[in-house]
């Protein structure tokens, strides 16, 4: 079983930022594409941002472009989320996949999973 730890959540006022981080302990993730989900309360777990193993190509949600970063340092076994200039709308548990393929499709169901970490943002 893969187990995937994220961290870096917290409570920020709107226009603030937090970086999430990523890790596999005890796993080297070069190999898989790495994504980033939020779930709000009442709503369905959506799709932030992601990116290729190789981590040339990444991906963003409409709602996020211009505001989050993904980036991954494979030598730390790390991924990240820069988010700046954050809304309201963007309080939610925030989850790490890892995705075998390494294509980090938005689209696709993403092997394993992190237990979340809560951002809010109070306006």
């Known amino acids: 079983q893969v187990r995937l730890v994220e961290s870096g959540g917290g409570v920020v006022q709107a226009g603030g930022s937090l970086r999430l981080s990523c890790t596999i302990p005890g796993r080297t993730f070069s190999s898989y594409g790495m994504g980033w989900f939020r779930q709000a309360p009442g709503r369905a777990r959506e799709f932030v941002s992601s990116?290729?193993?190789?981590?040339?190509?990444?991906y963003y949600a409409d709602s996020v472009k211009g505001r989050f970063t993904i980036s991954k340092d494979n030598g730390k076994n790390t991924v990240y989320l820069q988010m700046n200039s954050l809304k309201p709308e963007d309080t939610a548990v925030y989850f790490c996949a890892a995705d075998k393929t390494g294509w980090a499709n938005p689209h696709y169901e993403y092997d394993y999973w992190g237990q979340g970490t809560q951002v809010t943002v109070s306006s």
């Open positions: 990116i290729t193993w190789t981590g040339d190509k990444t």
